[in-house]
T-cell receptor
């Protein structure tokens, strides 16, 4: 069974203070690892797909990286508008196209 | 504007009173799915559909039904709701069931309370 563990559960940063969120996963034959952002009271919003170890994707202040066991979401010089819950999900080769989500990291960026 | 539309957004009902949460997407997506989100448990898949007339169970299908008669619509039916189905429900879609299934567009959510 596919498993996803995200850490920390919550992270509080000052504006401009860079940091990383972790997503550890166990999956049989990774088809893809996905990052989402979720604002309070809203549906998750797709950010990135990573397919293989060594791959990196960037969008504004966010960069996602992937190894064989974990993914990191690096946030460089965050702003208050980056405050949200960040979700990681994996799709395994034996999962019949099912996504398994982690519980998320609640990021708060203070001005 | 590309979107996934769910209705109702908020609903309070009583145990045993059948209800339907509608979901419609305007992107001609093949793949659609229903999730529930509960504190401490994260997002869990209820049912999904790879295409019209093709549906399958997710992780927590008990107490729910779905149908996919048209490509754009994927309603979630609670035949006899119970309090443990109180949750925040999300409908989601993606372009293809085989490729990039994880690149989902989510609706705004439907908050259901069963008394």
């Amino acid at each position: 069974e596919d498993q996803v563990t995200q850490s920390p559960e919550a992270l509080r940063l000052q504006e401009g203070e860079s940091s990383s969120l972790n997503c550890s996963y166990t999956v049989s034959g990774l088809r893809g690892l996905f990052w989402y952002r979720q604002d309070p009271g809203k549906g998750p919003e797709f950010l990135f797909t990573l397919y293989s170890a060594g791959e990196e994707k960037e969008k504004e202040r966010l960069k996602a990286t992937l190894t064989k066991k974990e993914s990191f979401l690096h946030i460089t010089a965050p702003k208050p508008e980056d405050s949200a819950t960040y979700l990681c999900a994996v799709q395994g080769g034996s999962s019949n196209y099912k996504l398994t989500f982690g519980k998320g990291t609640l990021l708060t960026v203070n001005p | 504007e590309a979107q996934v539309t769910q209705n109702p957004r908020y609903l309070i009902t009583v145990t045993g009173k059948k209800l339907t949460v509608t979901c419609s997407q305007n992107m001609n997506h093949e793949y659609m799915s229903w999730y529930r989100q509960d504190p401490g448990l994260g997002l869990r898949q209820i049912y999904y559909s790879m295409n019209v007339e093709v549906t399958d169970k997710g992780d927590v299908p008990e107490g729910y039904k779905v149908s996919r008669k048209e490509k754009r619509n994927f309603p979630l039916i609670l035949e006899s709701p119970s309090p443990n189905q109180t949750s925040l429900y999300f409908c989601a879609s993606s372009l293809s069931g085989q490729v990039n299934t994880g690149e989902l567009f989510f609706g705004e959510g439907s908050r259901l309370t069963v008394l």
